[in-house]
């Protein structure tokens, strides 16, 4: 468990259906167009450079880093909260949770736990299970109407 994947929230971007799934599918899907020629032609489909440039990115260098190193929504009040109150992670934050977790929690249902394992059993206990989590293929996404984390 690489820590700097730790978003403020508490989800471990290194279980990110994005990162897990998407960007090794954006690095085949360049990879086979490159092979096809599509760079050559991307011209001529509408937005076809801006798409060419967004999926070159995305299969070479990814899309997130982690809130902390400046990925994700710029306006997120959990990641603006950590930093005024510089706060690793919220969890740890003696006012946790707060009012900006009440819908949070609907869409990634995991995170309670996870939070409760980091702020009972510290980060070793919380690494394990993200780690844990990674060697079974889980992955997390945003899942407001499912009421279960999606694991795949």
Known sequence: MDRKYACCCGLYCENCAVKVKVEPAAKALYEEMNLLG???????????????AFLK???SEGI???CK????????KIR????EKNIEICALCGSYPCEHFTA????????RNDNAVLREKG???????????????????????SGEPDND
């Not at 980060?123 to 109407?145: C, I, V």
């Open 64 to 66: 997130c880093i982690s």
């Open 69 to 76: 190193a400046g990925s994700g929504n710029p306006a997120c």
């Open 38 to 52: 599509f760079a050559e032609i991307m011209q001529f489909f509408p937005d076809g450079e801006k798409f060419w």
């Open 104 to 111: 949070f929690f609907e869409g990634y249902p995991m995170l």
């Open 123 to 145: 980060w070793e206990a919380w690494a394990k299970l993200q780690d844990e989590r990674r060697t079974e293929g889980f992955t997390f996404f945003y899942s407001k109407n």
């Open 57 to 59: 990115g995305m299969s």
């Open 80 to 83: 603006l909260c950590a930093k």
